[in-house]
């Protein structure tokens, strides 16, 4: 049998939380200019400023975590697919094109991501030390598709191909 290494596990880099500290440093700076201002008009915007900020990140957050506890389920309940494979037909993002997608197939199975369109799963593409940088590449990929992650259904293979499967995990032949 042959041997794979781990190069990607979405449980131990999930980015689902990445934005909130930058939404707590804004909401302690609006704190900060609201405990400053004198101006009652100005407070009141702050004020508004402060509840939407923190509706937003509430909602942003939550969204983040159901998902990744939806694919956390799939895994446990052997809910995924894996493909192992050659890489085939492959396209590298162009960084000049602002919705290019790096593209692959593995034994008929397409996958597609770009560093600019933040997803669950595996999006790094070559130009940003990506490991999926050309054909030939030996993979192994364990993946949910996109679709029956949103319908929390299993789906055929033809969905995933127009609708796109996010990579959960990535192994490179030894």
Known sequence: MENYNLVYDYFENASTFENTGFIISCTI???IIYAI???VQYKIGILVFLVVSFLFSLMYN?????TYEKIEQRFE???FRTVVGVVSEYLPRIP??????ETFLIDSVAFSFSDNMKTEG???TCNEGGLVCGNGQQLKIEYISTFSLLIENDTSNFMGTVLGNQIIKIYQKE
Not at 62 to 66: A, K
Not at 96 to 101: A, D, V
């Open 122 to 124: 595996y999006n790094t």
């Open 62 to 66: 939550v969204l983040g975590f159901r």
């Open 29 to 31: 700076v609006a704190f």
């Open 96 to 101: 000049e094109e602002k919705g290019s997608m």
């Open 77 to 79: 309940d052997d809910n």
């Open 37 to 39: 201002v004198k101006d």
